[in-house]
């Protein structure tokens, strides 16, 4: 746009602005290329030979810019002024009301592409298709499929990638098993759809049996492994894109530095750093927000603030990673300081922002900035607080020892609360030294977590700092009838070479498992001799036992 405007006056002063070519021109790089819709509506304006072409180049760039009621508006309004609208028109016009999911509307538009013989376009009942899935009208879609048989492998992949995305994904083998034709954008429609319904082994045994893979489709099925929380299989996943001799683009190396940030893996997260320096890889805001959140949880804070102030472009993620980041590492003072640095920025916070800022509040012990802070999100910003608010607001004020005030938030809460709302509650009981329970946090937690053992285990821990023995054995055979086992096994894990090793609780499968427990003797002894004497205050019994 810096080197559009001097065009554009030149062209005003020439009077070339009279040529419709060239205004068309103008008005198609302004709205499309430029990204600048204000400037190409007022550009529009002052355009007094306009043409179909123009209008629909408008309601292009509406489109582009997210602003679907603003096409629709122009779509009519081209109508009224005698403008009859192209194939072209249609197509933009029917992705504005994909944004803005409206049956009714789609049915209208439907006849008026019936009556001008648009509908037998391949391009357009494509698009038409995919409105009346984003309407949730399945079966709609699903007619104008079968109405009119194709060998057309987009309009397939839409209507599998439609089933997909009701779960049905039975319909959607059935499609892709049906298929005539099929290209790799039919194989990555499937590990997606099938990752998208939580089936990410089926996903896996696609992949594998694909004829040709792409960048995408390596792309998707290491994005499902970091979305399903399975980290190691994803950086796993990626070693192999490499052998292969793919290369990553940003996308890619933003879910690998996900994976990496999920389990602590630096030295591998530090690798891809220096891979997208190197290789000058499209340095944008998800990528720049990626690496900030990897380094703040895989330890390097410092390192992870640098990046963030490298950034030539924020969005409110990468300020809630860094906020995140900084509350994380226990440097409460900072992340306010940096809160107050988003505000004056101008960019709005979210509700994700204020878990932060709660987090950093509940670091430095400030009740009274937790309550201003709380209290800000609907008052000042309209963020109605999530229960993840209330947990934090619950934690501050148990801390700080006013359990009463505690309790009194959760009764008053609009929504129930759930398993880490009461977790706070008993940590503060538990830090208070207060063994007085109540019968409210019992009947809550037997609501709310009967399968939960964590948090039995610190009511019993509670009771038995009381010496209240009887309550002790009432929990222990709560537990027991409810099947609470620890079913989820204490796991650290530690990156050697860019491989990551995980340790379960008594874990033998590592195959170094008989120098680790070696270690940890030849450990432990020295330890004793120096007079380390274990606090068994929070461990009074096992589960198992």
Known sequence: MKDFKPIHAHILRSGQIMDSFVASKML????????????????????????????????????????????????????SQGFEPNKFTFLFVLKAYSLIPNSQEAIILYGKLLKLGFYFDEFIRNALIHVYLKCGDIMAARLLFDEIPTDNVVIWNTMISGCFNYGDTESAQKLFDEMPNRNVASWNAVISGYSKCGHIDVARSVFDVMPEKDLVSWSVMISSYVQSRRAGEALNLFKEMQLSGIQPDGVTMASVLSACAQVGALDMGRWIHAYVAKNKLRHDVFLGTSLVDMYAKSGCIDTALQVFNSMPQRNVCSWNAMLGGLAMHGRGADTLALFREMESSGLAPNDVTFVGVL?????????????????????????????????????????????????????????????????????????????????????????????DGGCYVLLSNIYAAGNQWGEVEKMRKMMRNMGTKGKVPG???????SVVHEFFVNDKSHPQCREVYELISRISKPLEVEGYVPNPSLVLYNIDE
């Open 359 to 451: 987090s950093a509040c509940n670091h430095i012990g400030s009740v009274d900035e937790g309550r201003r802070q709380f209290d800000r999100m609907e008052n000042e910003f309209n963020i109605k607080p999530k229960i993840e608010h209330y947990g934090c607001m619950v934690d501050i004020l148990g801390r700080s020892g006013l359990i009463d005030e505690a309790k009194t938030l959760i009764k008053n809460m609009p929504v129930e609360p759930n398993v880490v709302v009461w977790g706070a509650l008993l940590t503060a009981f538990k830090i208070q030294g207060d063994t007085d329970v109540g019968e409210e946090v019992m009947r809550g937690l037997k609501k709310m977590a009967p399968g």
């Open 491 to 497: 796991c650290s894990s530690i990156e050697v070479s």
């Open 28 to 79: 198609e790089f302004c709205a499309v290329s430029g990204r600048n819709i204000d400037y190409a509506l007022h550009m529009f304006n002052y355009i007094d030979s306009r043409d179909a072409y123009m209008w629909t180049t408008m309601i292009r760039g509406f489109v582009q810019v997210r602003m679907p009621e603003k096409a629709i508006e122009f779509y009519y309004l081209m109508r």
